[in-house]
Each structure stands twice: as C-alpha cells, then as structure tokens.
T-cell receptor
Framework: SQKIEQNSEALNIQEGKTATLTCNYT??????LQWYRQDPGRGPVFLLL?????KEKRKERLKVTFDTTLKQSLFHITASQPADSATYLC?????????FGSGTQLTVLP | DGGITQSPKYLFRKEGQNVTLSCEQN?????MYWYRQDPGQGLRLIYY???????QKGDIAEGYSVSREKKESFPLTVTSAQKNPTAFYLC???????????????FGAGSRLTVL
C-alpha cells in the first residue's frame, strides 16, 4: 500500500538557521506533494504544493524540493524564527483524497 | 470572511452515546472531508463527499456516519459502535478538480471529543 512518511522526531534549531524537514513516499509515484502547517489545537493550513515535474518551489522564506529518484520531498525554512515553531505535515494523493504523513514538530529556539 | 466552522470545539461524551459534530463552509467548495487525528499519527480519512447527497467511506469509516443534504454542511456522527472515539476531528473542504486535480484542503479549527 502507498505510504507517506515523515521523520517523527522533533526538530529543534536555533533562530536564524535553516530548518530542513523530510517527507518520503513508498509504493507509488505521486503527481504532487503538499505541505501544511499545524499549530497546537488548530487545523492544518496549506503552505505549498509541488508537482512531480517541478524540481523546486519557493514562497518567501519557504522552499520545497521534489526528488522522484529518491522518492523524497524536502521542506526548507530559511532564516527561521520562533514564530515558525509548529508541526509541518506533508500530504499526497488523488483528486478524491489526500494521505498525510504524521508530521514533524519544529521548534525554533530564540 | 470565507471559511469552515466546526462546532463544538470541545465535547465530552459518555460511553454508549452518539454525538454529532457540525461542519459548515461558506467557500462554495464542492468536496468536504472528515479526518481524525491522534497523537503521533497522521490525519486519517473517515468520510468524504464530492456532491450533495453522496459520500464515500475513507480508511476508518467504521463507527461513524455522515450526511450531505446541503452543499455547505457535512455533519459527522460518532456512534457508540466506534471503539475508541477520543480524538481530534478535523473537517476540510476543497474545490473539485482545482489545480489539475491537486486537492488543496481548507481545514476547520477542529473538534476535540473526549469519551468519559
């Protein structure tokens, strides 16, 4: 069955550094991957979508890459700030439904 | 402002009781979804609906029921048959066929159900 996995360990980084989160997928070839941000007790919020034919996508301090050879997407936050602390979810799927990873909890230390 | 409203935010239930979680959207989205989130786990799809009066089971539909009588509304009933209902429930909606088939979901704020 198709699986989408994120490093479930929490990630702590110093303010100003670049945070890099990983999303791996197995047993299928997604046409796109999405990234969401979730704050405690809140619903996820969509951040970025990258398609299989796109190597990289940027939005302000965010960058997403998609490597179909490694079956992996990387999510980068440059010049990180304590306000970036949250859980980040990757997701993929069909036009009917999305499958989500378990998320990576990021803490940016001041 | 357009968005999704879930209610109640917190709900306590005794074992053996059915409870209904409300989800209303004013985004004019065709598709609506219910997900369940447990600590340390990803979101798991319970039910989804692409048009009024039609809905499909997701990965964990057992013990849940839904209806879609109006485009704006997609209530979820957690029945007494659900063995472990304590969880965070998220409702979402999306445009059908948007962005060449890539579903981008808009989520509500969630409802936390605790069974006593």
């Amino acid at each position: 069955s198709q699986k989408i996995e994120q490093n479930s360990e929490a990630l702590n980084i110093q303010e100003g550094k670049t945070a890099t989160l990983t999303c791996n997928y197995t047993n299928y070839s997604p046409a796109y991957l999405q990234w969401y941000r979730q704050d405690p007790g809140r619903g996820p919020v969509f951040l970025l979508l990258i398609r299989e034919n796109e190597k990289e996508k940027r939005k302000e301090r965010l960058k997403v890459t998609f490597d179909t050879t490694l079956k992996q997407s990387l999510f980068h936050i440059t010049a990180s700030q304590p306000a970036d602390s949250a859980t980040y979810l990757c997701a993929s799927g069909s036009a009917r439904q999305l499958t989500f990873g378990s998320g990576t909890q990021l803490t940016v230390l001041p | 402002d357009g968005g999704i409203t879930q209610s109640p935010k917190y709900l306590f239930r005794k074992e053996g009781q059915n409870v209904t979680l409300s989800c209303e959207q004013n985004l004019n989205h065709d598709a609506m979804y219910w997900y369940r989130q447990d600590p340390g786990q990803g979101l798991r799809l319970i039910y989804y609906s692409q048009i009024v009066n039609d809905f499909q089971k997701g990965d964990i539909a057992e013990g849940y029921s839904v209806s879609r009588e109006k485009k704006e509304s997609f209530p979820l009933t957690v029945t007494s048959a659900q063995k472990n209902p304590t969880a965070f429930y998220l409702c979402a909606s999306s445009i059908l066929g948007g962005d060449a088939g890539a579903n981008v979901l808009t989520f509500g704020a969630g409802s936390r159900l605790t069974v006593l």
